[in-house]
Nanobody
Framework: QVQLVESGGGLVQAGGSLKLSCAAS????????MAWFRQAPGKEREFVAA???????TPFADSVKGRWGISRDYSNMVYLEINNLNADDTAIYYC???????????????????WGPGTQVTVSS
């Protein structure tokens, strides 16, 4: 079983930055591809970014590509660095773990097996 807990969300002004963290309680963290999704009020959950088990593959959504970064370390942590925020980035951000033997992390929410409760990011204009 995998437990995920996000942190680092908050209220930030447009143009600002945040670093979100996800702590995974699992013995074999390196077997999981990890991802961040977000869900804004009244909208579907959407893919933001992912990182492969080795950290070598990092797909991003087009809306954040070039602005944001994702990383992981050997202490069972995954990070999402979100920069140059705008009002459209207001959402609950979720960390997810994918337990499939594939090199490239999925962009599809239903293919992720474990989810955290989410952390709220609110961008004020």
């Amino acid at each position: 079983q995998v437990q995920l807990v996000e942190s680092g969300g908050g209220l930030v002004q447009a143009g600002g930055s945040l670093k979100l963290s996800c702590a995974a309680s699992v013995r074999t963290f390196t077997i999981y591809n990890m991802a961040w999704f977000r869900q804004a009020p009244g909208k579907e959950r959407e893919f933001v970014a992912a990182i492969s088990r080795t950290g070598g593959i990092t797909p991003f959504a087009d809306s954040v590509k070039g602005r944001w970064g994702i990383s992981r370390d050997y202490s069972n942590m995954v990070y999402l660095e979100i920069n140059n925020l705008n009002a459209d980035d207001t959402a609950i951000y979720y960390c997810a773990a994918e337990n499939r033997a594939v090199d490239t992390p999925s962009r599809v929410a239903s293919e992720y097996d474990y989810w955290g409760p989410g952390t709220q990011v609110t961008v004020s204009s």
